[in-house]
């Protein structure tokens, strides 16, 4: 069965700093990995997808993420925080049969 | 295009009372997926519908919850009778082809 880790749940970083939120699956078959944030009161929203194709993925608003089959990990970064960038980040697995597994989420805190 | 539409955005009901959400996905999304978000936790699957058949209700708690979705398009999931632990964001999702889940904005349920 597929499953998704994310290293901690919460994650504060300054205004402009690197963002990084872990994430390591774990799946039988090639995976299909994505990324999705949540603002409060939202539904979720597609950051980045990876699908077999090139390992790095870039996404919207700036965000990018690498899939590392030795690893097992599907992390994703940002150079520079905004503000805007405060939300729940969610890691999600997907196989074959398009049912998706979602980690317990990342809070980030981007401070002024 | 038009996203997956839920409805009611917000509900409060009591204990022991039953409650109804709805959903309307994308136009041409065969699969539709419920599921419940749980403060603090990311999204566990419900139910997983392919048109009108059900692929996956496997955590649908069958005593009290039930799904439909009648000619393979609108959806509803019902709660009868609700519980404290009911309390949630229930999200509706629906996907095409490709192994990418598009999310509705959810529905805050609050049993009291």
């Known amino acids: 069965a597929q499953s998704v880790t994310q290293l901690g749940s919460h994650v504060s970083v300054s205004e402009g700093a690197l963002v990084l939120l872990r994430c390591n699956y774990s799946?039988?078959?090639?995976?299909?990995l994505f990324w999705y944030v949540q603002y409060p009161n939202q539904g979720l929203q597609l950051l980045l997808k990876?699908?077999?194709?090139?390992?790095l993925v870039k996404g919207i608003n700036g965000f990018e993420a690498e899939f590392k089959k030795s690893e097992t990990s599907f992390h994703l970064t940002k150079p520079s925080a905004h503000m805007s960038d405060a939300a729940e980040y969610f890691c999600a697995v997907s196989d074959e049969g398009n049912q998706f597994y979602f980690g317990t989420g990342t809070s980030l805190t981007v401070i002024p | 295009e038009a996203g997956v539409a839920q409805s009611p955005r917000y509900k409060i009901i009591e204990k022991r009372q039953s409650v109804a959400f709805w959903c309307n996905p994308i136009?041409?999304?065969?699969?539709l997926y419920w599921y419940q978000q749980i403060l603090g936790q990311g999204p566990k699957l419900l139910i997983q519908f392919q048109n009108n058949g059900v692929v996956d209700d496997s955590q649908l708690p069958k005593d009290r919850f039930s799904a439909e979705r009648l000619k393979g398009v609108d959806s509803t999931l019902k709660i009868q009778p609700a519980k404290l632990e009911d309390s949630a964001v229930y999200l509706c999702?629906?996907?095409?082809?490709?192994?990418?889940?598009?999310f509705g904005q959810g529905t805050r349920l609050t049993v009291v």
């Open positions: 799946s039988s078959v090639p995976p299909y």
């Open positions: 136009s041409g999304h065969a699969t």
């Open positions: 990876y699908t077999s194709a090139a390992t």
């Open positions: 999702a629906s996907s095409f082809i490709s192994p990418e889940a598009f």
